[in-house]
């Protein structure tokens, strides 16, 4: 979620009920946020608990697997099916190759000749008005309001390489490449330094220097994948102190290859001086189809900004398509050569378990022992604090007057899978070998009623029977 938002405060542990405003006090986003987070938390255990982490209802099971009318393609029945408590709806028939949130190429995408598994990916993605603009009130000429986020299905494949049990296996089918968060581990931590000036007081003190509340993002930008080469890449991240927040709409886009620049004009230059762009920043250029296929763009660097035609000068960008269509927008990143150890592409390496400072004082390590695959767009969220000088993190105790912080696991974004058939293709067409869905009839589907002696099929003729109705 890369909202303006003030931090997360959800935390399932704590077994928060609800969320109870009390007359007079201030409003913040984030007990607005939390309340929503608690009813989402329960309602989807809940579904996943009665339903199983799979299954849609018989009368409208959708996403049936059918052989499609193109060569390499398959059709996408329509209908309702529940992952980990979380619905998918298919409003109509759709093709593999056609599906509104996975954009895929014929040419590229289309299934070669072999035997795969289908499955179902689902997540959250945030959505602002850029993404959609129909989320602002054109009464306030412009002004954006709150976000949205909205449930994302998939349907992908994945290659048999060998003779899997069969479909009752679930998410084993699907292998390690697409577990639910990364398995790396990450701790935070506002500097310790000695209260020098007080002789007498030898604890030490967390410093965060800021002079501003943020809420600090820490992102994987490229995971620990194999190059061309088929050597293993390092893992990198970035960060912003606005949660990433900082978007700039995308008007128009012309790379230079001359001078191996891009010229990008923008809708706007940012609300302000803090939410604005300088000489010198990191951006990231994203559209619904980098978005949607979680795929990363090299960073790019501020070059130049012409304020009054909203015109800014890009290092590099060869290659980078823009299609006003997809909804582009450059994002910045807040990681700078002179504070951070930054690489040619401008993002952070991840090498061992040292800390790795981030700036005013805030420092992050990685563990990385049984990572395993690390996934591009995983983050965690960092509140810092002037009025405590410190930051808001878990710790485990106490070593020697300092905290320990504690090692968490990423907080998104969240996947979750289901698998639907295993099929067979071939030169021409493909074939369905086996549908893994399961399904689910309503509860009260074959309850009886008594009514006045007649009998009521489900919700038929419901009431409450007499007492001298015995």
């Known amino acids: 979620m890369k909202g303006d938002f003030t931090r997360n405060t959800f935390d399932p542990n704590k077994h928060f009920l609800r969320v109870l405003m009390q007359q007079g006090r201030v409003q913040l986003d984030a007990d607005w946020n939390e309340q929503t987070a608690i009813l989402l938390h329960y309602l989807q255990t809940l579904a996943a608990d009665i339903i199983g982490p799979y299954a849609g209802p018989a009368s409208e099971l959708g996403f049936e697997i059918k052989p499609g009318d193109a060569q390499g393609d398959f059709k996408i029945g329509e209908g309702r099916y529940y992952v980990n408590g979380l619905l998918c709806e298919n409003g109509q028939e759709t093709g593999y190759l056609n599906q509104t949130d996975y ?44 976000t949205r986020s909205k449930v ?61 509340n943020q809420l600090y993002r820490v992102e994987i930008h490229d995971g620990n994948t194999v190059d061309e080469a088929g050597n293993a890449k390092t893992p990198t991240f970035k ?15 012309v790379y230079d290859a001359g001078s191996i620049t891009s010229t ?5 230059l940012g609300r302000d001086e803090k939410l604005g762009l300088k000489v010198h920043d990191w951006v990231e250029l994203i559209d619904d189809r980098i978005s949607l296929k979680n795929e990363i763009n090299p960073l790019l660097q501020v070059l130049d900004i012409d304020v009054i035609d909203r015109k800014i000068i890009l290092s590099g960008g060869e290659g980078m398509a823009i299609h006003q269509c997809r909804h582009p927008l450059l994002r910045r990143w807040d990681q700078r ?5 930054i690489n040619a592409e401008g993002v952070i390496e991840i090498h061992g378990n040292g800390w790795i400072p981030l700036e005013d004082g805030i420092e992050v390590k990685f563990a990385l022992e049984d990572a395993g695959a690390i996934r591009p767009g995983d983050y965690w969220l960092i509140p810092a604090r002037v009025a405590t000088g410190d930051i808001e ?23 979750h899978y289901a698998p639907l058939a295993i099929i067979a293709a071939t030169d021409g067409t493909v074939t369905i070998t086996s549908d893994c869905r399961c399904s689910f009839e309503p509860l009260s589907g074959a309850c009886n009623y008594n009514y006045f002696g007649r009998i009521g099929i489900g919700t038929d003729l419901i009431r409450p029977r007499a007492r001298d109705d015995r």
């Open 103 to 146: 954009p895929l190429s014929k040419e590229d995408d289309a299934l070669g000749v072999g035997n795969y598994v289908v499955y179902l990916d689902v997540w959250e993605r945030h959505v602002s008005y850029v993404e959609d603009d129909s989320i602002r009130e054109k009464a306030l000429n412009g002004v954006d309001t709150a």
């Open 152 to 212: 994302v299905w998939q349907v992908k494949v994945k290659p048999i390489t060998y003779n899997y049990a069969y479909c009752q296996q679930g998410t084993s089918l699907l292998g390690e490449e697409v577990s639910t968060l990364s398995r790396i581990g990450m701790s935070a931590r506002a500097k310790q330094v000695r209260k020098d000036k007080q002789p007498c007081l030898t604890e030490p003190d967390a410093q965060y220097r800021g002079l501003e």
């Open 239 to 253: 960060f912003s102190r606005e949660n990433g927040s900082a978007i700039f709409p995308v008007s128009q886009f």
């Open 264 to 268: 990008v004009t923008l809708e706007h």
């Open 337 to 341: 050569a002179k504070k951070n150890e």
């Open 393 to 415: 993190w878990p710790s485990t105790g106490h070593d020697k007057n300092t905290r320990i912080p504690q090692i968490l696991q990423p907080q998104g974004i969240e996947h």
